[in-house]
């Protein structure tokens, strides 16, 4: 079992910054994927980015703002959103799963229990 917990969540001004953890224990692995997710009220989950083999990978909605990284000897994933926007807003989440990265939620195996961004305009 893999377990996953976010942090850095918020409240912000419109142009602002955040920067999201998502710490993982119990029996990790470097090799896995790790991918950050989000979602509002009635919607579906929503893939934001992703990391797998020093290959990173966004939605088009965050290309440009947002960066993914990993520090593997801290077991912590971490996205910087910059430029924030009032439709950032929404829970984040970051999952797991053993291979690559893939923007369906359903093919991750671990979930962390999400933390709120709420950007105001």
């Known amino acids: 079992q893999v377990q996953l917990v976010e942090s850095g969540g918020g409240l912000v001004q419109a142009g602002g910054s955040l920067r999201l953890s998502c710490a993982a224990s119990?029996?990790?692995?470097?090799?896995?994927?790790m991918a950050w997710f989000r979602q509002t009220p009635g919607k579906e989950r929503e893939f934001v980015a992703g990391?797998?083999?020093?290959?990173?990978y966004y939605a088009d909605s965050v290309k440009g703002r947002f960066a993914i990284s990993k520090d593997n000897a801290k077991n912590t994933v971490y996205l910087q959103m910059n430029s924030l926007k009032p439709e950032d807003t929404a829970v984040y989440s970051c999952?797991?799963?053993?291979?690559?990265?893939?923007?369906?939620?359903?093919?991750?195996?671990?979930w962390g229990q999400g933390t709120q961004v709420t950007v105001s305009s």
């Open positions: 990391i797998s083999g020093g290959m990173t």
């Open positions: 999952a797991a799963r053993g291979v690559r990265v893939t923007n369906t939620p359903a093919a991750y195996d671990y």
């Open positions: 119990g029996r990790t692995s470097s090799s896995y994927a």
